[in-house]
């Protein structure tokens, strides 16, 4: 009802209000091509009224700790794929986990997000009993897990253990495109599967796709908008693609920083209550990127919480900040920068509001 009346009261250009419940195909394409710079920031204040309507001026951080910078997969666009002999490879250890999350508590951190690459050393087995470690050492934390493509057991073992969050982007619903980025060993279908698992049992769960991946068309990205509808995820991570130094798509130029604005917008308005990150890659491309992204309804913040000998070794992109403001120390810093835009950040879980 809330938003229905936000919409209702808010004339976005010569679109007209948009019904948030009913966003139709056409719409989403008149968005995200829209030329008037003066419609667009009202599609962003529209958003962002939603995002107020829901959450205030509070922003949730996460602290987030990369686990391993090692991958068995050989996605075409990222950095640590497994044949890029260049890469700085490391993974830490549970003690290294363990301290790290330590640090993040300290800090006001309350969700901790561990996010790695497919490494076959951090097994099922051994991720589980992390898990476990982390629930018992901090019972008012939320825990999120990003370690890819995994048995439907091993997910449920990660859930039993106390694992309340995944994230794993779909990086794109269609098809044809999903091979041209990803090796024929891996497949959109087996990921879309994983994240319907993940929704089945329990988990907060976070879909998304990188905007402007190499061959990406505007079918592709309504697809994907889509497959959200579809999932309903309650998460969601959208970046601009970066090329990655050594990998086959070095040279091709990095995703819009305008139309991954325009995106987070839209899926504001149509998940109304999903938690959106203004990413690392958006703040990568655009020193404002994170302030832009929550002036155009993102929510949460995920500050870097590596120990600090390894920040910057996670390679998946070139150029990837990951000291200054982005770091999870810069707590301060960073609040002082969300207050210069009417914001704040929120020192809780921040969990998904059903
Ligand atoms: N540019 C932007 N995002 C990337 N990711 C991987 N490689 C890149 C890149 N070159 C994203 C993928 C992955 C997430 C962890 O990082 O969407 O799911």
Known sequence: MLIKKINSQTKIGQHGPIDAAHITRADYVRWLTESDEAAVERLFEAARSVALAHFGTGIYVRGLIEISAYCRNDCLYCGLRRSNRQAARYRLTEEEILASCRRGYTLGYRTFVLQGGEDPAQSDDWLANLTARIRTAFPDAALTLSVGERSDEAYRWFREAGADRYLLRHETRNEAHYATLHPS??????RRRCLYTLKSLGFQ???????????????????DLAFLEELDPEMIGIGPFIPAAHTPFSHRSAGSVSLTLRLI???????PKALIPATTALATLDPMGREK??????????????????????????????????AAEAWQALDDRLN???YHMVCGRGDYLY
Request: hydrophobic share 40%.
């Open 293 to 326: 992204g929550i002036l155009a309804g993102a929510n949460v913040l995920m500050p870097n919480l590596s120990p600090p000998g390894v920040r910057g070794k996670y390679g998946i992109y070139d150029g990837k900040c990951c000291t200054g403001d982005e």
């Open 340 to 342: 210069r835009i009417g």
């Open 185 to 190: 060993d891996m497949s959109a279908a087996r």
């Open 205 to 223: 769960t976070g879909a998304g796709m990188m905007v402007g991946s190499p061959g990406q068309t505007l079918d592709h990205l309504l697809d």
């Open 265 to 271: 917008a839209l899926l504001r308005l149509r998940f």
